[in-house]
């Protein structure tokens, strides 16, 4: 078992900048590939960025790409997701996922562990 915790997310304006931050415990994420995924209000949960294990690859979702990183540090067990050029479309309730298999889907439904998420919103 896995518990995640995130943590970041806040209000700010179109074009400003967030981090989060998504913190395991009970399981070192060593062994886990790691996303990020958003939910806003009536819409699915969608994949936003997800890094492999030894964090050599990551993908994003083309609406975040060249605006949000995903990054890892395995020492401190915690996953991060840099956002900049933060957009209103970008308000959601983000959650921190982890896969004990190798590779990163863009399924929510391939990931066995989730955070409770943070929301973020973004005012235009």
């Known amino acids: 078992q896995v518990q995640l915790v995130e943590s970041g997310g806040g209000l700010v304006q179109a074009g400003g900048s967030l981090r989060l931050s998504c913190a395991a415990s009970?399981?070192?994420?060593?062994?886990?590939?790691m996303g990020w995924f958003r939910q806003a209000p009536g819409k699915e949960r969608e994949f936003v960025a997800g890094?492999?294990?030894?964090?050599?690859?990551?993908y994003y979702a083309d609406s975040v790409k060249g605006r949000f990183t995903i990054s890892r540090d395995n020492a401190k067990n915690t996953v991060y997701l840099q956002m900049n050029s933060l957009k209103p479309e970008d308000t959601a309730v983000y959650y921190c996922?982890?896969?004990?298999?190798?590779?990163?889907?863009?399924?929510?439904?391939?990931?066995?562990?989730w955070g409770r998420g943070t929301q973020v919103t973004v005012s235009s």
């Open positions: 009970r399981r070192t994420i060593s062994s886990l590939a």
């Open positions: 890094i492999t294990r030894s964090g050599t690859s990551t």
């Open positions: 996922a982890a896969r004990i298999f190798a590779g990163v889907p863009s399924s929510a439904d391939e990931y066995g562990y």
